[in-house]
């Protein structure tokens, strides 16, 4: 007669308890939807800063290509082909450089696609500080995000240094 009992009553819980309010999916849908709005934004956040670390990376490779280049040909190039750093697919920024008139700098630039990463501006320079001269190189990043071009860096006989807006990276 036990058994018979214990079942009736769970029969009668089963038949009661088969599912969910609607109270209670309201609730876990506004909680799924509060825990999204904090996400998504960070997550956003993470996504531009990998973009920009990558610019950051192909815009110091270029820094350097520029200086090995110079050291071997005595010249800047503007031709990232002949720098042999070409097979890089960055779908996020365009890159070029622009070799001064006179051939004492390359400017390079690294400019996002998208308006809401930071643009870069790089230089490769030949520098004379007391009678000895040197390949210098500096990356800026503007202040803002933007989808123009950085302003290029200020070049000097002597120094380099980052435009206006832009902050240095080194």
């Known amino acids: 007669m ?5 079942m009736y009553a769970f029969s009668r819980i089963a038949a009661h308890d088969s599912g969910f309010t609607l109270i209670e999916l309201m609730v876990v849908l506004v909680i799924g939807g509060i825990l999204a709005a904090i996400a ?12 920009q670390a990558e610019a950051r990376t192909f815009l110091g ?9 110079y050291v071997e040909h005595a010249q800047f190039t ?10 890089h697919q960055n779908i996020n920024y365009t890159f070029q450089i622009q070799v001064s008139g006179d ?12 308006s809401k990463v930071h643009a870069y501006a790089g230089m ?5 500080t007391d009678g000895s001269q040197a390949i210098q190189s500096i990356m800026c990043e503007t202040n803002q995000p933007s989808a123009t071009p950085a302003t290029a860096p200020i070049y000097a006989v002597s120094a380099i240094e980052c ?4 902050r240095n990276m080194n």
């Open 40 to 51: 998504i934004p960070s997550f956003l956040g993470r996504a531009n800063a990998a973009k």
């Open 103 to 114: 051939g004492t700098h390359a400017v390079h630039y690294g400019t996002p696609k998208i």
């Open 61 to 69: 490779t270029l820094n350097r290509a520029q200086q090995a280049y």
């Open 163 to 166: 435009a206006p807006g832009t």
């Open 78 to 87: 503007d031709n990232i082909d002949v720098l042999a750093i070409s097979g």
């Open 124 to 128: 490769s320079a030949l520098t004379q």
């Open 2 to 6: 036990r058994t018979r009992l214990n």
